[in-house]
């Protein structure tokens, strides 16, 4: 099996499910005041109000290809551009609110999320701008034409047989969808949108076309739509935490993309992603601030409760890459959190 550490490219834990033995830091160690400065809190809010934006956005676009009305996309490519200048810049925010459950219409959140994750992918991977834009648009337009099945994805139940062919036919439908689309190039998103759920070895729909068959811009979106679905709650299933995805991804998924794809994915969104939850060394419980890109397993994190699983009292904050003798235990759930 591929360990997650060997597609860090040796980065963090050596091979095996456990962090190296190392020498834990007393709970008492000395920390900076996790408190965000005027520019983060700005950034954090400009992410905020872009991502509620683009659902709101979305939230029509599918509600119109739901009905199979034409579909006005022009709102989409403002909101797209500066998406992608904030993926560029700082994405850590956007990939929090990327992983975490919102309340509202599913399909919009989902699409939003896959376009997010895309671009990120493609940024990591060194696309042009031009190709992140098109990267979060077939996001956002990958499921359109799943709207008039809402019905039947939005059950809690196993789909039959005939639901679940009808289901897989939806990229052949995008075609239908994307001619319907003014105010945006439209057409250039089709391969992307048909292949999405192709998989490298075979295993994917409609086509069950292989390897370089399938085009990398459409493993790119299909890996965000596999990983967005995996990290958040379905009708039938609980979400899983990120780290199991990555597990999941990268084992027994790990024949469905390109290696190059998974390594970005893991580079981007890491195996303790922002916004997530961990369980220190020194049994201290810390949500994931950001990703330190050269150190994936060694995050900053902000401490929300102590050795005692307490609220503290000022949270605080901590680069593990300057506390050697500090790690990560593991992920924790949030809803455990939210039952301290």
Do not use: W
């Not at 834990?13 to 709970?27: H, Y």
């Not at 520019?39 to 979305?58: F, I, K, P």
């Amino acid at each position: 099996m591929v360990r997650l550490s060997e597609l860090i490219s040796g980065e963090g834990a050596p091979d095996g499910d456990e962090p190296p033995e190392r020498k834990s830091e007393p709970a008492n160690f000395p920390r900076e005041p996790g408190l965000l400065s005027r520019e983060a809190r700005d950034g954090q809010s400009l992410a905020q109000q872009l991502y509620r934006d683009t659902v709101s956005v979305m939230e029509g676009i599918l509600a119109c290809a739901g009905r199979g009305d034409s579909i006005d996309a022009s709102a989409l490519v403002g909101l797209l551009d500066k998406m992608s200048n904030r993926v560029l810049l700082e994405s850590s925010e956007l990939a929090r609110l990327a992983l975490v459950n919102h309340e509202g219409d599913q399909p919009a959140v989902h699409a939003v999320n896959v376009a997010i994750l895309a671009m990120m992918i493609g940024d990591e991977l060194g696309k042009p701008k031009t190709k992140i834009v098109q990267l979060g648009a077939a996001g956002l337009l990958a499921d359109a034409s799943l709207a008039p099945l809402g019905d039947i994805t939005s059950c809690a139940r196993a789909l039959t047989d005939s639901e679940r062919e009808l289901v897989q036919k939806h990229p052949l439908e995008a075609r239908v969808v994307l001619s319907q689309v003014s105010g945006m190039d439209a057409g250039d998103l089709l391969p992307m949108i048909e292949q999405h759920h192709e998989r490298c070895d075979g295993s994917g729909y409609p086509r069950q076309l292989r390897a370089a068959m399938v085009s990398e811009d459409a493993q790119i979106v299909g890996l965000a739509d596999v990983y967005e679905a995996l990290t958040h709650a379905r009708p039938h299933r609980d979400k899983a935490l990120p780290f199991a995805a990555m597990k999941d991804i990268t084992g027994s998924m790990r024949e469905m993309f390109a290696p190059g794809l998974l390594r970005a994915l893991i580079s981007r969104m890491a195996i303790y992603p922002a916004g997530s939850h961990v369980e220190l060394s020194t049994g201290e419980v810390a949500r994931v601030y950001e990703v330190n890109r050269d150190q994936p397993l060694n995050p900053v994190v902000d401490v929300v409760l102590d050795r005692d699983h307490r609220r503290v009292e000022q949270i605080m904050r901590v680069d593990l890459r300057t506390r050697p003798s500090l790690y990560i235990r593991g992920p924790i759930r949030e809803s455990d959190i939210e039952a301290e």
